[in-house]
C-alpha cells in the first residue's frame, strides 16, 4: 500500500512567493515561484500524526522508529532519546481516548493522557 | 464511515498571532470532535485563491491550543456534509465553523503538528492528499488533539487574502 501522500502547490497562474519569504516557508524559491507547479510526497509521523512535505532536496537520512517500523519526523526523533520517554505512538493515544477512558492534553509529541472520571 | 466535506466560501484568512485566540470570525475554519471519543480523519485540504493581487499568505493547518466557546452554527455560502447522499446521521456529528462567541487559538507550542501550507492567493491553488493511513487525525473534543484550525500566519509573515477551501475528513 501507498505510504505517502501528496502536496501540490499551483503558482502557474500566479506571482508565486518571493524568493526570501519561499525560503522562511522551508521551500526551495524555485520550487514556489511565479509559474511554478510544486509536487512533493508527504509523510506523516507514526508517533505525533504530525504531516511532513518530504523535501527532494533532503540528503540527511530519515528517522526510523524500528518498534513500529515506521518514519517519524525530526522531532519525535529528539524527543525519543530523551531518558524519561515512553514509546507510544500516536495510534495508541488515538485509540486510548477512543476508548473513553482517557482524555489528552499536552502536545502530540507529548502526550498527556489523563484518565477520565466515570460517569 | 462515510466521507464529509467542509468548504469554506470567500473568506478573508486574515493574518494573526500563533498562541492567541484569533481576532475574528470569518478567517479561518476550523474542525471539532463531536465528542470525548470521536475520531476524525482529515484527508484533503484544498485552497484556492482568489486574491486579486499578489498576497503571500502564511496558511496553516495547526491544532488548538485552546478551543473556541460557543460555536456558530454553519451559514451559507459555507457548507459541511456527506459525501454520499446515503450516509446514515451521526449522533454527534463533527463540529465545523468559522465563527464562534470567543475564537479557537491555534497553537504555538514547537512540538505541536502544523502543516505548512504557504501560498499566493493570487491564483495560486493549493491541495495535500492523505494516502491511507497517513492522514491527519483529530481525537475527541478537547485541546489539543480535538480540534484543527486552518488559518493565516501573521509571525510567518503572512499577508491578509481572500480564497475558498475545503477539508475532506471522515469521522469515526
Known amino acids: 500500500m501507498k505510504k505517502e501522500g501528496e502536496v501540490m502547490i499551483d503558482h502557474r ?38 504531516v511532513v512535505i518530504r523535501n527532494p532536496l533532503r540528503e540527511r537520512a530519515r528517522p526510523h522508529c524500528y518498534q513500529c517500523n515506521q518514519y517519524i519526523c525530526d522531532i519525535c526523533d529528539g524527543v525519543r532519546r530523551q531518558p524519561d520517554y515512553v514509546h507510544r505512538p500516536w495510534k495508541a493515544v488515538v485509540d486510548l481516548v477512543q476508548s473513553g477512558k482517557f482524555t489528552m492534553a499536552g502536545t502530540s509529541v507529548n502526550p498527556v493522557l489523563i484518565p477520565r472520571k466515570e460517569d | 464511515m462515510a466521507k464529509w466535506s467542509f468548504k469554506s466560501a470567500g473568506l478573508t484568512f486574515t493574518a494573526a498571532n500563533a498562541g492567541a485566540a484569533i481576532g475574528s470570525a470569518s478567517t479561518y475554519m476550523a474542525l471539532k470532535g463531536g465528542s470525548t471519543t470521536q475520531v476524525i480523519d482529515l484527508l484533503e485540504v484544498s485552497i484556492s485563491g482568489k486574491a ?33 447522499p446515503a450516509t446514515a446521521a451521526l449522533a454527534a456529528p463533527p463540529v465545523p465553523f468559522v465563527a464562534a462567541a470567543t475564537q479557537p487559538t491555534p497553537s504555538n507550542v514547537v512540538t505541536d503538528a502544523k502543516l505548512n501550507l504557504a501560498m499566493n492567493l493570487f491564483g495560486g491553488i493549493y491541495r495535500w492528499n492523505a494516502s491511507p493511513t497517513q492522514q491527519w487525525t483529530i ?9 484543527s484550525v486552518l488559518w493565516n500566519n501573521l509571525l510567518a509573515g503572512g499577508s491578509s487574502g481572500l480564497a475558498d ?8
Open chain 1, 13 to 50: 497562474a500566479s506571482p508565486g512567493i518571493p524568493a526570501d519569504m519561499a525560503e522562511k516557508f522551508g521551500f526551495h524559491p524555485d520550487q514556489v515561484k511565479e509559474g511554478a507547479l510544486f509536487e512533493a510526497a508527504t509523510m506523516t509521523c507514526w508517533h505525533c500524526g504530525r
Open chain 2, 139 to 147: 481525537v475527541g473534543n478537547t485541546a489539543p488533539g480535538g480540534e
Open chain 2, 52 to 84: 486579486t493581487a499578489s498576497t503571500v499568505a502564511a496558511l496553516e493547518l495547526a491544532r488548538a491550543s485552546t478551543l473556541e466557546t460557543t460555536p456558530t452554527a454553519l451559514a451559507a455560502p459555507h457548507s459541511a456534509g456527506p459525501m454520499h
Open chain 2, 165 to 172: 477551501a475545503h477539508f475532506e475528513y471522515e469521522p469515526f
